[in-house]
Each structure stands twice: as structure tokens, then as C-alpha cells.
């Protein structure tokens, strides 16, 4: 005959190996989500306008990137004449960065939109694609060193063109799923710690 205590100690044994592997499962997704994110990286940028009808005005934004292979910017920021660019903006065109055997080459962001007014062309371009043609191999660029274009419309038929230049800094601040994924990595790490100690 069977007494209440030991159906629990049974059951108890019997779920208690299984309540570790559960957590040790856990903690294996998401340390592996961890480490598969951990590529992405921030770069800020700062420049102003040098020439043109704006000469003068400050260019400001950051964006994001994940991997270390070309393709397009994960996010993407752009603060100029108290307006806000970004990936979802009408009008844009493309986003990417560019990575040769692993490293950061550079980025360009493309945007044209005919929404409001006036009509915007603005493009923003640093470092070197790695695709570019030998013959232009004068032009190369550090990934660091970008130019600024935008373009206005003042009438249907006159436009106001201004150039600048801006310098891009790799930024130590993660993105925020990263820091997310820390914090769930931290609390993965706890899961495995308790069942040791209770063992």
C-alpha cells in the first residue's frame, strides 16, 4: 500500500530530471539567440551642410547593422532641418551596408519623396562599396569619411541643391533586442543555477 508521502517523492524524482532538462534547454535558446545577435552593430554619424543654399546646417542620425556581410541597414536614422529620415520614410529607395571579407566598408541611404512640399532628394554615402570597379580605385574611401546630398524644390521647375560631409563613429552602445537578449540570457544562466544547487 501506498502512502501519500511516497506518490510524491515518486513523482518528485520522476519530474525533477525532466524540470532540468527544461531549463537547461531553455538556456541553451536563448545563449544561442545571444550569440547569434551579437554581430549587430551601431555607428552614429555627425556632418554638416558645406555648400549650397543650407551651408551650414547640421546633419545628425545613427543606424544599425547585423552580420558582417552586405546587405541592408537593420535601422536607420537621419535627423536634418528638424525632420526625421528613417527606413519607413515615404519615398525611400534603399539602405545598405557594405562589408568586404568581413569588415565594414561603408553604407548609403537613398531617399526621394514627392510627399508634401516641397520635393526631397536626400542620399547619404561613406566608405566604399566593395563591388566598385578597379578603374575607380582613386575614389576609394575610408569607411569613416561620408558626403551628404539634398535636394529641395523651391518652384515646380527650380530646385536647391546642397552638398555636406559627415564622420561615422562605431558606437559601443548595443542595440535594444541585444540588450533584451542579455537580460534573458542572465535569467537562462539563473535557471540552470537553481536546479544545482537544490540537487
Known sequence: M???HHIMNTTFAVLKPMAVAAH???????????????SAAMFTFDGQVDAGELSGSSVTGSFAVSGDASGALSDFKLTFLERTYTLASPGFITGAAWFKDGAFTGFEYVLQSDQGSPDQFVALTSG????????????????????????????SDQFETSWGSFVVNAS????????????????AAACVARPRRQA
Do not use: K, M, Y
Not at 559601443?172 to 535569467?187: S, T, Y
Open 2 to 4: 501506498f502512502h501519500g
Open 24 to 38: 537547461h534547454a531553455v538556456a541553451s535558446l536563448v545563449l544561442a539567440s545571444l550569440a547569434t545577435s551579437a
Open 128 to 155: 566604399t562599396p566593395p563591388d566598385l570597379d578597379p578603374a575607380w580605385s582613386g575614389f576609394i574611401t575610408p569607411w569613416f569619411q561620408g558626403t551628404f546630398t539634398f535636394v529641395r524644390g523651391v518652384t
Open 172 to 187: 559601443a552602445v548595443p542595440e535594444p533586442n541585444i540588450l533584451g537578449l542579455l537580460l534573458a540570457g542572465g535569467v
